[in-house]
């Protein structure tokens, strides 16, 4: 089992800047990747972006530029670097975990956080 919590969720005015966290523990090395979706409500969780085990990231194409995903192995977390912020970038944020192969795809994770909570204000 792996465990996955997040944190750095805030309220924050457009055009701020947040950074999540999203620490891993438990059977860290069954995962290769690690990403983050996001969910609004009455809208589907939509992948962000994921980072795999060599370094390689993916991104959304409504992120990409914006946000970063990173990772330090040492500590088995990942951050997203959020910048320029927009009210339609609130959400719950979801870091999430998988064996496998990139995704974009939800249900092909196996863990999943908690969520933090992403308020941007006009």
């Known amino acids: 089992q792996v465990q996955l919590v997040e944190s750095g969720g805030g309220l924050v005015q457009a055009g701020g800047s947040l950074r999540l966290s999203c620490a891993a523990s438990?059977?860290?090395?069954?995962?290769?990747?690690l990403a983050w979706f996001r969910q609004a409500p009455g809208k589907e969780r939509d992948f962000l972006a994921a980072?795999?085990?060599?370094?390689?990231?993916y991104y959304a194409d409504s992120v990409k530029g914006r946000f970063t995903i990173s990772r330090v192995t040492t500590k088995n977390t990942v951050y997203l670097q959020m910048n320029s912020l927009k009210p339609e970038d609130t959400a719950v944020y979801y870091c999430a975990a998988r064996p496998g192969t990139a995704t974009t795809q939800a249900n092909a994770y196996n863990y999943w956080g908690q969520g933090t909570q992403v308020t941007v204000s006009l």
């Open positions: 980072i795999a085990w060599t370094g390689t990231t």
């Open positions: 438990g059977r860290t090395s069954s995962t290769n990747l």
